[in-house]
């Protein structure tokens, strides 16, 4: 039953996964992404509206924090930016991960971020793949003022993202959910806050960070 619900959970972060050829992928500019983000909704309406894992929403809005030397690079970038996020209330990751880029982004002035669901997002999800080759949530997709895509994070901040790449082929489900559930618990939003802002100093840069799978 235990392995049932963990993969029912990996399901629900995993929508689909066909496979394609994988690599970094250049970002670029799409106005509809723009209105999508237009659509979506803040942050307080989507917990407000979970259903799913909705205890864990609530403690994580309530608890999630950054650290001050983080912001201070945030703000430091400057500009206006927007951050546009495929999320759905029943996926762990979503859960464990969009309280705190909330967070970061009501911290700096420029910075906003709204959500949309897995069927609203589902071309950008769509060419944000993992490097497996699937669409997951969360996709975290940086826009700048005008609604260019100029950066993104899919599914897992980068050491959690590095090691389920390297352990998937050979570890069950339910040692990499353990693994995951563990690597929240201890670093408590702290890589995710920390990539999201070198997407963000990346893109001010000009130098877009988008480790994401190629689609042709």
């Known amino acids: 039953m235990f392995a049932a619900v963990l993969i029912a959970s990996l399901a629900a972060c995993t929508p689909t996964s066909p496979a394609v050829t994988a690599g970094v992928a250049a970002v670029s500019a799409d106005s509809s992404l723009q209105a999508l983000f237009d659509r979506g909704?803040?942050?307080?309406?989507?917990?407000?509206?979970?259903?799913?894992?909705?205890?864990?929403?609530?403690?994580?809005?309530?608890?999630?924090?950054?650290?001050?030397?983080?912001?201070?690079?945030?703000?430091?970038?400057?500009?206006?930016?927007?951050?546009?996020?495929?999320?759905?209330?029943?996926?762990?990751?979503?859960?464990n991960s969009v309280p705190y880029a909330a967070r970061l982004t009501d911290s700096v002035p420029g910075l906003s971020l709204r959500i949309v669901s897995p069927s609203e997002g589902a071309s950008v999800a769509g060419s944000h793949r993992t490097k497996d080759g699937r669409t997951a949530t969360p996709t975290f997709v940086l826009l700048d003022a005008r609604g260019h895509d100029v950066g993104c994070l899919v599914?897992?901040?980068?050491?959690?993202?590095?090691?389920?790449?390297?352990?998937?082929?050979?570890?069950?489900?339910?040692?990499?959910?353990?693994?995951?559930?563990?690597?929240?618990?201890?670093?408590?939003?702290?890589?995710?806050?920390?990539?999201?802002?070198?997407?963000?100093?990346?893109?001010?840069?000009?130098?877009?960070?988008?480790?994401?799978?190629?689609?042709?």
């Open 41 to 95: 909704v803040t942050f307080a309406d989507f917990v407000q509206q979970a259903t799913a894992r909705r205890e864990g929403w609530l403690r994580l809005q309530r608890e999630a924090t950054i650290a001050p030397a983080l912001i201070a690079r945030a703000k430091a970038v400057g500009g206006k930016w927007q951050l546009l996020v495929i999320a759905r209330d029943g996926c762990g990751d979503s859960m």
């Open 155 to 216: 599914e897992l901040p980068a050491p959690l993202r590095q090691w389920t790449d390297a352990s998937r082929a050979t570890l069950s489900s339910d040692s990499l959910h353990a693994y995951r559930d563990a690597f929240y618990a201890r670093d408590r939003g702290a890589s995710l806050a920390t990539e999201l802002v070198e997407v963000l100093e990346s893109a001010q840069a000009g130098t877009p960070r988008c480790d994401r799978q190629v689609t042709r």
